[in-house]
């Protein structure tokens, strides 16, 4: 079964705080993803990454930056946390196959920003 | 822009009859769909797909249905089930267009179901 791991299930910060959101993946695959999701808008894809230290921009990267230092972990940094950052976040992973491979999501990351 | 659109924020159904949940997209380039499943303090998992080849693609229970002129896809369940009750995901991607083989996935807003028994 592929797990993919987030790094906390809830967090709580200050306006200005520096947040980094930790995913690891155990099944070797490629692409990682980040995504916020907010009521009424669905899942929002901020950053993905096909490749160690690759890296491309979703549909909203602003206020975003990522991570991909080794395979299995993809970190998501909010480098000045604002209140309109708070959000679930969800992390997921899917091998490089050409095409159509499934996505598997984390449980997510529930944030509250003050 | 809200490429990929579910109106219904909700469904209530009766458990055993069918559930529909439907799908509009707006970008004529998207040619794979998928749908997700995501219960409250989960992520969400994969359900079922379709490619733009077929009009119809069937696991079960649940069957996806796509009409390409439309530009509509929808999910039925038959028959529902108590523990189908969760938020259901459209996504949509165009599969020639791909970094390396990772897919962007355009989601739409969701859709609350609920089975009562």
């Known amino acids: 079964d592929v797990k993919v791991t987030q790094s906390s299930r809830y967090l709580v910060k200050r306006t200005g705080e520096k947040v980094f959101l930790e995913c690891v993946q155990d099944?070797?695959?490629?692409?990682m993803f980040w995504y916020r999701q907010d009521p009424g808008l669905g899942l929002r894809l901020i950053y993905f990454s096909y490749d160690v230290k690759m890296k491309e921009k979703g549909d909203i990267p602003e206020g975003y930056s990522v991570s991909r230092e080794k395979k299995e972990r993809f970190s998501l940094i909010l480098e000045s946390a604002s209140t309109n950052q708070t959000s679930m976040y969800l992390c997921a992973s899917s091998f490089y196959g050409g095409g159509g491979e499934t996505q598997y999501f984390g449980p997510g990351t529930r944030l509250l920003v003050l | 822009d809200q490429q990929v659109k579910q109106n219904s924020p909700s469904l209530s159904v009766q458990e055993g009859r069918i559930s529909i949940l439907n799908c509009d997209y707006t970008n004529s380039m998207f040619d794979y769909f998928l749908w997700y499943k995501k219960y409250p303090a989960e992520g969400p998992t994969f359900l079922i797909s379709?490619?733009?080849?077929?009009d119809k693609n069937e696991d079960g229970r649940f069957t996806v249905f796509l009409n390409k002129s439309a530009k509509h896809l929808s999910l039925h369940i038959v028959p529902s089930q108590p523990g189908d009750s969760a938020v259901y995901f459209c996504?949509?991607?165009?599969?020639?267009?791909?970094?390396?083989?990772?897919?962007?996935?355009?989601f739409g807003q969701g859709t609350r179901l609920t089975i009562n028994p």
């Open positions: 379709i490619s733009s080849i077929k």
């Open positions: 996504a949509a991607t165009a599969l020639y267009v791909g970094y390396q083989g990772a897919q962007k996935l355009v």
């Open positions: 099944m070797d695959h490629e692409n």
